[in-house]
């Protein structure tokens, strides 16, 4: 190993190394708040067609009505809040060396692979993220289902940068690594 | 004897009866009960129709045997450098693996291969669907020989030096044996756990089959219940539990005897091999660059015997490898003492790992547990004991379910310590196992730290260091001092480019 032998052990002053925590981070696409509403008003929507039927059609459940109704728009009112907030908390941004995203709405948590460690990504794309142009990016490391990275609502294109940049990176990473040892 | 593997070749003809032995034996452990109950309820002309069944279901399972020996090949693929299986009885299979992904090669033997004088090997990979291949039947030498091939892949063409160093391995004499003396003490003092989960289980199942039996039988359940029930008195309780606590420990024994029993640990190039098991003799060669996490764990009994039980945990993948899987990442050595752990640590990471600078958690780590685990309980405890009068004389038991447990969240809180320092990082933590976990920074897959906002202001944040075998967590403490550990780390994984398998 060529590496050894040039092998020397500065001390690092931890001071200088690039910082996290100080990395501006991109926010998902506005239009993802859309689709974060459409899928929202769906499944309320199933759901309060099923609760409604149920108050028509079922005498039992009728006189539940009073309270049943204003907890389901308790509920429709709650989750909104809820998903605006962990929209507006999310955040990502790519780094020469590793990708770093953010997101939580009570506990903040910041997520960060290191793109030598990444070993696939996959590019995803729903029916609504199409109307508007948007994809859902996930990062795979073998750290298990924690380690893993998805950064929902950006755009396709940029998505498709990010991912082409990444893979190129990727791809840098295992020649060098594999050109020595043969 | 064929040393190559080159060439696509079946697997040895006795597989044909382990294979199919063993698929006899999973049918007939499946209908066990139904066939107890057809035997009870069936008149007894029929017995003959009941013999004549289980007879089909043995040639059934011979006649597969036989078409999955014949289906069933494997080859070395040198150029590729991949191991290539074909199998499949109606669909054709081809699995490929490369072997820079092969984790660990086993070679096994149970009762029935020993009979016969084969012996099974399985290959362990760090594929993502956790897809692996077992090859049931397979002679001395050439399980050997195909584990070396399949291990040292870059020596491949020097067959004569394998061959040579195959004789050597046999009288290579092990840095680390436990003796019986030891295991036994092992089987005294740990793994209460895992024994507690077979007894229930192995309850569970008799429990449930045995009211399946009830059923068949059409026994009155109501009389036994008010016979059980009349036999609760607390004397015969206190003995039940003193049996259950007997038995707990005698299944604690004997799992440690067979599974251990003369485990032995040599080095082997740049591996490491592991023999052990009473009945089926287990043997496991590992290399130590591919281990992930090196754990030690001691409580108080192992601690004054001078003794530790050591795990060393490789990559898992997937959620599709079954839990008993899993676990078979995980390498166990019990009963070590401190020196034999240094060298083995020193064989594993290259050098002893020293301790760096320790942190320490900040004091709040004991709220929420207190909160959740004491306070809440014992209060609602208390409103109901001073509703309904016949829960109050167990007030003295909560007040002592509050001391104990003050007692130990303080003592999880003294031992959660992360030291870190170059090379290593060390995290310890427990409250009656104290358990030390040792990763290297280039091991770290990816890092997660997060902070709850009212900790902003006194600056306390949490970090977990995700791993290929598993999460090392370090809570409550300094949030700078964390950022700046992250930011060290992700420096060191990032600059150097080192594998981490």
Same mark, same amino acid.
């Given at each position: 190993?060529?590496?050894?032998?040039?092998?020397?052990?500065?001390?690092?002053?931890?001071?200088?190394?690039?910082?996290?925590?100080?990395?501006?981070?991109?926010?998902?696409?506005?239009?993802?708040?859309?689709?974060?509403?459409?899928?929202?008003?769906?499944?309320?929507?199933?759901?309060?067609?099923?609760?409604?039927?149920?108050?028509?059609?079922?005498?039992?459940?009728?006189?539940?009505?009073?309270?049943?109704?204003?907890?389901?728009?308790?509920?429709?009112?709650?989750?909104?809040?809820?998903?605006?907030?962990?929209?507006?908390?999310?955040?990502?941004?790519?780094?020469?060396?590793?990708?770093?995203?953010?997101?939580?709405?009570?506990?903040?948590?910041?997520?960060?692979?290191?793109?030598?460690?990444?070993?696939?990504?996959?590019?995803?794309?729903?029916?609504?993220?199409?109307?508007?142009?948007?994809?859902?990016?996930?990062?795979?490391?073998?750290?298990?289902?924690?380690?893993?990275?998805?950064?929902?609502?950006?755009?396709?294109?940029?998505?498709?940068?990010?991912?082409?940049?990444?893979?190129?990176?990727?791809?840098?990473?295992?020649?060098?690594?594999?050109?020595?040892?043969? | 004897?064929?040393?190559?593997?080159?060439?696509?070749?079946?697997?040895?003809?006795?597989?044909?009866?382990?294979?199919?032995?063993?698929?006899?034996?999973?049918?007939?452990?499946?209908?066990?009960?139904?066939?107890?109950?057809?035997?009870?309820?069936?008149?007894?002309?029929?017995?003959?129709?009941?013999?004549?069944?289980?007879?089909?279901?043995?040639?059934?399972?011979?006649?597969?045997?036989?078409?999955?020996?014949?289906?069933?090949?494997?080859?070395?693929?040198?150029?590729?450098?991949?191991?290539?299986?074909?199998?499949?009885?109606?669909?054709?299979?081809?699995? &490929?693996?490369?072997?820079?992904?092969?984790?660990?090669?086993?070679?096994?033997?149970?009762?029935?291969?020993?009979?016969?004088?084969?012996?099974?090997?399985?290959?362990?990979?760090?594929?993502?669907?956790?897809?692996?291949?077992?090859?049931?039947?397979?002679?001395?030498?050439?399980?050997?020989?195909?584990?070396?091939?399949?291990?040292?892949?870059?020596?491949?063409?020097?067959?004569?030096?394998?061959?040579?160093?195959?004789?050597?391995?046999?009288?290579?004499?092990?840095?680390?044996?436990?003796?019986?003396?030891?295991?036994?003490?092992?089987?005294?003092?740990?793994?209460?756990?895992?024994?507690?989960?077979?007894?229930?289980?192995?309850?569970?199942?008799?429990?449930?089959?045995?009211?399946?039996?009830?059923?068949?039988?059409?026994?009155?359940?109501?009389?036994?219940?008010?016979?059980?029930?009349?036999?609760?008195?607390?004397?015969?309780?206190?003995?039940? &539990?003193?049996?259950?606590?007997?038995?707990?420990?005698?299944?604690?024994?004997?799992?440690?005897?067979?599974?251990?029993?003369?485990?032995?640990?040599?080095?082997?190039?740049?591996?490491?091999?592991?023999?052990?098991?009473?009945?089926?003799?287990?043997?496991?060669?590992?290399?130590?660059?591919?281990?992930?996490?090196?754990?030690?764990?001691?409580?108080?009994?192992?601690?004054?015997?001078?003794?530790?039980?050591?795990?060393?945990?490789?990559?898992?993948?997937?959620?599709?490898?079954?839990?008993?899987?899993?676990?078979?990442?995980?390498?166990?050595?019990?009963?070590?003492?401190?020196?034999?752990?240094?060298?083995?640590?020193?064989?594993?990471?290259?050098?002893?790992?020293?301790?760096?600078?320790?942190?320490?958690?900040?004091?709040?780590?004991?709220?929420?547990?207190?909160?959740?685990?004491?306070?809440?309980?014992?209060?609602?405890?208390?409103?109901?004991?001073?509703?309904?009068?016949?829960?109050?004389?167990?007030?003295?038991?909560?007040?002592?379910?509050?001391?104990?447990?003050?007692?130990?969240?303080?003592?999880?809180?003294?031992?959660?310590?992360?030291?870190?320092?170059?090379?290593?990082?060390?995290?310890?933590?427990?409250?009656?196992?104290?358990?030390?976990?040792?990763?290297?920074?280039?091991?770290?897959?990816?890092?997660?730290?997060?902070?709850?906002?009212?900790?902003?202001?006194?600056?306390?944040?949490?970090?977990?260091?995700?791993?290929?075998?598993?999460?090392?967590?370090?809570?409550?403490?300094?949030?700078?001092?964390?950022?700046?550990?992250?930011?060290?780390?992700?420096?060191?994984?990032?600059?150097?480019?080192?594998?981490?398998?």
């Amino acid at each position: 190993m060529p590496a050894d032998s040039l092998f020397t052990n500065e001390t690092i002053d931890l001071e200088q190394l690039p910082r996290y925590e100080e990395i501006p981070l991109k926010q998902p696409h506005p239009h993802y708040w859309k689709i974060i509403r459409i899928n929202l008003l769906i499944i309320f929507g199933i759901l309060g067609v099923g609760v409604g039927t149920l108050l028509l059609f079922v005498d039992e459940v009728r006189p539940n009505a009073l309270w049943i109704i204003p907890v389901y728009f308790a509920l429709v009112v709650i989750f909104f809040l809820l998903y605006y907030l962990s929209f507006k908390k999310r955040g990502y941004a790519v780094r020469t060396h590793d990708v770093i995203y953010k997101s939580g709405i009570i506990a903040e948590s910041t997520t960060i692979a290191p793109l030598n460690r990444i070993q696939h990504i996959e590019l995803n794309e729903g029916i609504f993220s199409r109307i508007y142009k948007l994809g859902s990016l996930q990062l795979f490391t073998a750290g298990g289902q924690s380690g893993h990275i998805h950064i929902s609502g950006i755009a396709i294109d940029e998505a498709k940068s990010i991912r082409d940049l990444l893979l190129k990176k990727l791809d840098l990473l295992e020649n060098p690594t594999t050109e020595p040892e043969a | 004897m064929d040393n190559d593997f080159s060439k696509p070749q079946r697997e040895s003809a006795f597989g044909i009866i382990v294979m199919g032995a063993h698929t006899f034996l999973q049918i007939f452990k499946a209908t066990f009960f139904v066939f107890i109950a057809a035997f009870i309820k069936m008149p007894a002309t029929t017995f003959t129709y009941l013999l004549l069944g289980i007879a089909v279901i043995l040639l059934i399972s011979f006649f597969f045997a036989y078409l999955w020996y014949l289906k069933f090949t494997f080859f070395l693929d040198k150029e590729k450098q991949e191991f290539v299986v074909n199998k499949g009885i109606f669909n054709r299979d081809q699995l &490929i693996i490369q072997l820079d992904k092969i984790q660990q090669v086993n070679i096994n033997q149970n009762i029935l291969q020993k009979i016969i004088g084969v012996y099974g090997l399985k290959i362990d990979t760090a594929g993502a669907h956790g897809d692996e291949v077992s090859i049931k039947a397979i002679d001395e030498t050439s399980a050997y020989n195909l584990k070396e091939h399949l291990l040292n892949r870059k020596a491949t063409v020097e067959t004569q030096v394998e061959t040579e160093y195959e004789n050597h391995l046999a009288e290579e004499a092990p840095f680390l044996r436990i003796s019986a003396w030891t295991l036994l003490k092992v089987g005294l003092t740990s793994n209460y756990g895992q024994s507690l989960a077979l007894l229930a289980a192995f309850f569970y199942t008799v429990i449930y089959e045995g009211r399946q039996l009830l059923d068949v039988f059409k026994i009155d359940k109501d009389a036994i219940q008010s016979t059980v029930t009349g036999m609760l008195t607390i004397v015969t309780v206190f003995i039940l &539990i003193a049996c259950l606590l007997v038995v707990l420990l005698i299944i604690n024994l004997v799992r440690t005897f067979y599974k251990y029993f003369e485990l032995e640990i040599s080095q082997h190039k740049n591996t490491l091999l592991l023999s052990s098991g009473l009945i089926a003799k287990k043997n496991t060669l590992i290399s130590p660059n591919k281990v992930q996490i090196s754990k030690y764990s001691q409580n108080y009994f192992q601690k004054k015997m001078n003794m530790l039980n050591m795990s060393l945990k490789q990559a898992h993948f997937g959620q599709s490898k079954k839990g008993h899987e899993m676990q078979g990442n995980t390498l166990e050595i019990p009963g070590c003492n401190p020196t034999e752990r240094d060298e083995l640590l020193k064989m594993i990471l290259g050098s002893a790992p020293l301790k760096g600078k320790t942190f320490i958690p900040d004091w709040r780590f004991l709220n929420l547990p207190i909160f959740f685990k004491l306070v809440l309980p014992v209060a609602i405890f208390l409103i109901i004991a001073f509703k309904i009068p016949e829960v109050k004389p167990y007030i003295g038991i909560a007040i002592a379910y509050f001391i104990i447990g003050i007692l130990m969240i303080y003592i999880s809180y003294r031992k959660h310590r992360i030291s870190v320092n170059q090379q290593f990082i060390i995290k310890k933590s427990g409250i009656w196992d104290i358990s030390t976990e040792i990763v290297m920074p280039n091991k770290i897959q990816a890092i997660t730290t997060f902070q709850y906002p009212w900790h902003k202001s006194i600056d306390v944040g949490h970090l977990s260091l995700h791993t290929a075998a598993g999460q090392i967590h370090f809570k409550y403490g300094n949030y700078t001092e964390i950022k700046q550990l992250v930011n060290c780390w992700l420096y060191q994984v990032e600059s150097r480019n080192e594998d981490w398998m």
